[in-house]
């Protein structure tokens, strides 16, 4: 019986295929059979580089200020109005406005900006985008896709940036407005820390 002789046609054909099919499973055009199953874990190509996103410190010097800036001329009124209201939930706004002006006139709006406000204001963007950039890039190198890891990675900031700064100073500032003031009677007032000391106790 006559081999069958394999045109160069074919040959051709075949080699072609092959070389697809191996550059489909390789480099950034990797495809995965079941990518649309499983969409959140997606493992990166060999051709594919994870690189952690960098946040220059110009930008962070940047938003810093303008938190600042928010908080001293607006923020922090309506912080401590909000603030009172909460405590005395039969006050009114107007109410509120009273009390906090005969409290210290212009200066009782502003109970707990220095430092609390401040620190609050000048470190919450900062390390929000620091540790959502980290945990982000961790992801990524677990294989996570970019939409999963930079959800993760902002639920993460989120707490990160709530249980280093934000609440701490949130608590030190409700300390600052509804501590009593002892204005004019030359007695001797405890200072925010003294009052946080022994609400901790």
């Not at 939930?89 to 109970?111: I, M, N």
């Not at 820390?193 to 609400?199: C, R």
């Amino acid at each position: 019986m006559a081999a069958i002789e394999e045109s160069p046609a074919s040959t051709s054909s075949s080699r072609q295929q092959g070389e697809s099919s191996n550059a489909m499973n390789s480099g950034p055009l990797k495809v995965f059979a079941d990518q649309d199953k499983n969409a959140a874990f997606v493992v990166p190509s060999v051709a594919e580089t994870v690189t952690k996103k960098s946040i220059p410190v110009s930008t962070l010097f940047a938003g810093a200020l303008m938190q600042v800036f928010e908080v001293t001329t607006l923020g922090q009124p309506f912080e401590v109005l909000k603030t009172h209201m909460a405590a005395n939930r039969g006050d009114s706004l107007a109410v509120a406005a009273q009390k906090t002006w005969a409290r210290g006139g212009v200066l009782g709006f502003y109970q707990g900006l220095i430092p609390w406000a401040w620190i609050e204001s000048a470190t919450k963007g900062g390390v929000l985008f620091v540790a959502q950039a980290e945990v982000e890039y961790r992801m990524r190198l677990l294989g996570f896709s970019q939409f999963a890891s930079s959800t993760i990675g902002g639920m993460a900031g989120g707490v990160v940036q709530a249980y280093s700064t934000m609440g701490f100073c949130t608590f030190m500032k409700t300390v600052e407005v509804t501590r009593p003031q002892a204005v004019g009677t030359g007695a001797r007032q405890q200072s925010s820390m003294q009052i946080a000391a022994e609400i901790f106790r």
